[in-house]
C-alpha cells in the first residue's frame, strides 16, 4: 500500500521560497512516475511538477524556472523547491503517485494517479 505524506507548507510574502517534501512508503515498483499538483480555492486541481524514476522531469509553464522537483531514492522523498513564489502560486499542494512510465502527453491528468497525499498549504501574502 503505497503511503504520501506532504510537508513543508507555510505563508512566505512574493518573492520568497519554500521547499515541499513528500515521503513515500510503498513504492516497491520501478518505473514508477510522480508528481506534485496543486488546488487554489474556487479552482481546479493541476499538475505543476513530474519526476520520473529516470530523472526525467517536466513543469507546467507556470512555475518552468522557478520551481524544481527532485528525489531523494535513498529517502523514498519527493521534493518540490519554490522559488520566486507569486501571489498565485498560493494553494494546497498535493504529491501524487503511480506505476509506470510517466504519461507524458497526458501528465496533467490526474484520474491516471492512484495515490495521493493528504496536501500541504502554501500561503503567499505580503
Known amino acids: 500500500q503505497v503511503q504520501l505524506v506532504e510537508s513543508g507548507g507555510g505563508s512566505v510574502q512574493p518573492g520568497g521560497s519554500l521547499r515541499l517534501s513528500c515521503a513515500a512508503s510503498?513504492?516497491?515498483?520501478?518505473?514508477?512516475?510522480m508528481l506534485w499538483f496543486r488546488q487554489a480555492p474556487g479552482k481546479k486541481r493541476e499538475g505543476v511538477a513530474a519526476?520520473?524514476?529516470?530523472?526525467?522531469?517536466t513543469y507546467l509553464d507556470a512555475v518552468q524556472g522557478r520551481f524544481t522537483i527532485s528525489q531523494d531514492k535513498a529517502k523514498k522523498t519527493l521534493h518540490l523547491q519554490m522559488d520566486s513564489l507569486k501571489l498565485e502560486d498560493a494553494a494546497t499542494y498535493y504529491c501524487a503517485a503511480e506505476r509506470g512510465e510517466c504519461p507524458w502527453m497526458t501528465v496533467w491528468l490526474e484520474y491516471q494517479y492512484n495515490n495521493w497525499g493528504q496536501g500541504t498549504q502554501v500561503t503567499v501574502s505580503s
Open positions: 510503498g513504492i516497491t515498483y520501478s518505473p514508477y512516475c
Open positions: 519526476i520520473a524514476s529516470n530523472g526525467r522531469t
